[in-house]
């Protein structure tokens, strides 16, 4: 028996299934009827964002102070935080709460090898056995998921919590450190520090790896890909979508940056690499990423390299979408093979414990 909530369609007025409570707009809506659809979904965002005290949306006050660090480039007004919540203008100047090599937000742990990470089932970690990643979770991020399983870094704030600088997070690594994994929230927020903290890393011969949404500046990008191909890690692109208006509705921003950084490192890709340079992964999101925007981005992917992984995971409900079923296992395998009929040779389907658990309020 069906056990899914049945949520009237804000757009079409048609009661469904399936359709997520926090959003009220069901999959064909946000594929079809975007625009329509587009001043709820940005003020369930904004809602969203309310009760941690961090900004609706990414601020555009006129000759505002510019931040240019990821894509979505805030215009500060005089003591406006960014969207991140890690920067504020000041005198007309933009000024770092966090995310400087000084100054990082964030937790770290050591992760015994081999880890549950995205990469895993490609990556010359897997054969470390003894060894541990340095695991480091940054707290902020430049995307709003709803489906966050992170979300608790929204808890931490610049302005009470102990920062962490750049060498001191280095200087955590010993002789049983084989790689370090920039992640979070997301390292695209905080960059400066996260380069910092690489550059130092590599130096003592650990592997960088970096998962993020790719949001963040071209330049930046391209350092954080240049320290993974030196050292041998691989940076893991969480493409949560192709078309651009399901991302802004799961994430509240677009997702151009992220292809194009995306394209740009994949162009360095080379096969037959121990660990690839370059590893895709999507959050199978039952009803809003089905197997069709899975064979729009594996098309992307494939039309670059078709040897770049692609991790395909399984769904579980949290955050402002605990209502939604976990991926079952024909949807997993629908993408799966919509993956590979799009020209992938290398697809997995990863979080496969959770596959057809049920529904659970």
Request: glycine fraction near 8%; include cysteine; charge should be positive.
């Amino acid at each position: 028996m069906d056990q899914q909530p049945r949520v009237r369609c804000l757009v079409c007025g048609k009661v469904k299934p399936g359709v997520a409570q926090a959003l009220q707009v069901c999959p064909a809506c946000i594929q079809q009827r975007y625009e329509q659809a587009r001043p709820h979904l940005e003020a369930v965002h904004a809602g969203s964002r309310v009760e941690f005290n961090l900004p609706q949306s990414p601020p555009r006050a006129e000759g505002g102070v510019p931040c240019r660090l990821c894509a979505n480039e805030c215009l500060l007004a005089e003591g406006e935080r960014g969207f991140c919540g890690l920067r504020t203008a000041r005198n007309s100047r933009l000024v770092h709460l966090a995310g400087t090599a000084r100054s990082g937000l964030l937790h770290w742990y050591r992760d015994p090898l081999p880890t549950n990470c995205v990469a895993a089932w490609v990556c010359s970690g897997g054969k470390q056995r003894g060894k541990h990643n340095l695991a480091v979770f940054y707290a902020a991020c430049t995307a709003n998921c709803l489906f966050c399983q992170n979300w608790t870094y929204r808890q931490a704030d610049p302005r009470r919590d102990k920062l962490t600088s750049a060498a001191d997070l280095a200087s955590k690594a010993n002789h049983s450190t084989h790689c370090v994994c920039f992640f979070g929230g997301d390292p695209s927020a905080q960059m400066p520090h996260a380069l910092m903290s690489a550059a130092r890393l590599s130096r003592r011969g650990v592997q960088v790896c970096w998962e993020t949404n790719g949001m963040m500046n071209s330049n930046s990008m391209q350092a954080a890909c240049g320290y993974s191909l030196e050292s041998g890690g691989c940076i893991k692109f969480d493409l949560k979508a192709f078309d651009e208006g399901v991302h802004r509705a799961l994430t509240g921003v677009s997702n151009q940056r992220t292809l194009q950084n995306f394209e740009r490192c994949a162009q360095k890709f080379e096969s037959g690499r121990e660990t690839p340079l370059v590893v895709a992964s999507t959050l199978l999101v039952p009803g809003y990423v089905d197997a069709e925007q899975v064979r729009r981005i594996a098309a992307f992917i494939a039309a670059i390299n078709p040897d770049i992984p692609y991790a395909l995971l399984a769904f579980a409900p949290n955050f402002y979408m605990p209502d939604l079923e976990c991926t079952t296992v024909e949807q997993a395998q629908e993408a799966e093979q919509a993956a590979r009929q799009a020209g992938l040779r290398r697809v997995r389907i990863g979080n496969r414990h959770l596959l057809g658990l049920g529904f659970e309020v």
